[in-house]
């Protein structure tokens, strides 16, 4: 990609593949180039410790917000509604790049209102995905086993799809999407002092 064209790179894995973790270790390496958005989504989904940094709204200030026109794409998941500002759109027309937790049945419209996306899936080995929902302690066996199912189908066709290997310490996969970030935008992301 040129510098200088926007591009929309969605971030997606199943649950428990480490999407917030990897974007909270990139955030204090990339926060210095001005070119990088990290879109911040709201969710009608109370904030907490555990999951993304949202911007929460309940379900009746959502539907006020996406009739306003603040929302570039709007989906529903899981019972719960999420939407990418405008804002992400406008830094995107502006030629910046936006990075965000993404979502399988929303790559399409995202492709359609962005333009330029590129998919980043995180794949994270049957075993290792398994432990780490244990671990969370969120659902039951039987909805582990669920989820373990659903990380195993495939993502929707788009243009733009490359995959990181997050089974390991988070660093591996932040330094492949530094890597990423170098050879396809040719942007000079700073080295880690973690490698």
Wanted: glycine share 10%.
């Amino acid at each position: 990609m040129e510098r200088g064209r926007g591009c929309f790179i969605a971030i997606v894995g199943p649950s428990g593949a480490g999407k917030d973790t990897l974007i909270t270790w990139l955030k204090p390496r990339l926060d210095v180039i001005d070119d990088i958005l990290f879109v911040r989504r709201a969710v009608t989904r109370d904030a907490d410790a555990g999951s993304e940094d949202h911007a929460s709204l309940d379900r009746e200030a959502f539907a006020a917000e996406e009739e306003a026109g603040r929302f570039a794409v709007c989906w529903e998941a899981h019972g719960l509604r999420y939407g990418i500002p405008t804002a992400a759109l406008h830094h995107v027309e502006k030629g910046g790049i936006a990075i965000a937790n993404g979502s399988r049945r929303a790559l399409g419209e995202i492709e359609r209102v962005f333009g330029d996306l590129l998919v980043v899936s995180l794949t994270v080995d049957g075993h290792v995905l398994a432990e780490r929902l244990a671990k969370r302690g969120r659902e039951t066996a039987d909805e582990i086993e669920k989820r373990l199912a659903r990380s195993a189908e495939s993502l929707p066709n788009v243009s733009r799809l490359l995959e990181i290997d997050n089974s390991g310490p988070v660093e591996q996969a932040g330094l492949a999407f530094l890597d990423l970030l170098r050879d396809e935008f040719r942007l000079k992301a700073p080295q880690s002092q973690e490698a």
